[in-house]
């Protein structure tokens, strides 16, 4: 892993904002996908017109009048919860939507229902109806490498998935601009790291790429307490080296 001192600020200051985007509003997949957008942001202080990557709460003199805290984005998230028991049939409205939701939808649900497949309901628990799709998750090349997308992604998850019997993911490259990602061995090896960040928060490979995720599972909550230790850590080291 790269050294926590090579991050461009201390990664405990790292939240979400999560917002629901009604641009399906007035289409005919309204009442069956709802999107999500999660705005990755790191709160940083900007001191006498220059910023200062120090946490928020550092400034060596209280309420000083030269110093404020602003919240920067430094990635974002998208999520579609998909409701398979109202609105139109949840597979057409996940084709029509995009494509990678469509691969999605011919994985997990049965065309002619809109429902889970059987075979994909017998690994499921009954814990809700609605299917969360994590469709994309892009955070800054700087904060890359460290495990984050992991972290954030799981307190994002955290939120999002009550009413869900299932959560599903396809790992891959979204950010394409990289020329090192040319070199099909490169290709490889991130991917395969991305999809081991998506396993360490409990996604099991289920079929074509697609990742499967139970809300009830315990493993869920285990995995969330330990990667946020693990932030704490990351974010006392690196406040160790810049101090």
């Known amino acids: ?21 009604d641009e399906l509003w ?19 202080r900007t001191h006498d017109g220059g910023q200062d990557p120090a946490p928020s709460s550092g400034c060596v003199t ?33 084709e029509e939507e995009s494509e990678e939701l469509y691969e999605t939808a011919q994985v997990l649900l049965d065309p002619q229902t809109g429902s889970f497949t059987s075979e994909v309901s017998e690994l499921l628990e009954y814990v809700g109806s609605a299917l969360l799709v994590m469709d994309r998750v892009t955070l800054e090349p700087q904060w890359r490498g460290h495990g984050l997308a992991a972290v954030l992604g799981i307190e ?14 396809s790992p ?28 360490s928060i409990g996604f099991r490979p289920y079929r074509e790429n697609i990742y499967l995720l139970s809300p009830a599972s315990q493993e869920l909550e285990e995995k969330r307490g330990v990667l946020r230790g693990r932030l704490a850590e990351l974010g006392a080291s690196w406040r160790t080296a810049a101090s």
């Open 62 to 94: 209280a309420n000083c009048p030269s110093c404020t805290v602003e919240d920067v984005a430094v990635g974002s998230m998208a999520f579609y919860r998909v409701h398979l028991d109202r609105g139109r049939n949840a597979y057409w409205a996940m």
């Open 1 to 21: 892993m790269i050294e926590p001192s090579s991050l461009p600020g201390d990664p405990t200051e790292l939240h979400l904002r999560i917002s629901y985007d």
């Open 156 to 169: 994002a998850i955290h939120r999002l998935m009550p009413g869900c019997r299932a959560i599903a993911c």
């Open 26 to 44: 007035d289409t005919p997949q309204a009442d069956t996908l709802e999107r999500w957008n999660v705005a990755v942001l790191h709160r940083q």
């Open 172 to 199: 891959g490259i979204t950010d394409l601009s990289s020329q090192r990602l040319r070199d099909r061995s490169e290709w490889d090896r991130v991917n395969g790291k991305i999809a081991q960040g998506w396993e």
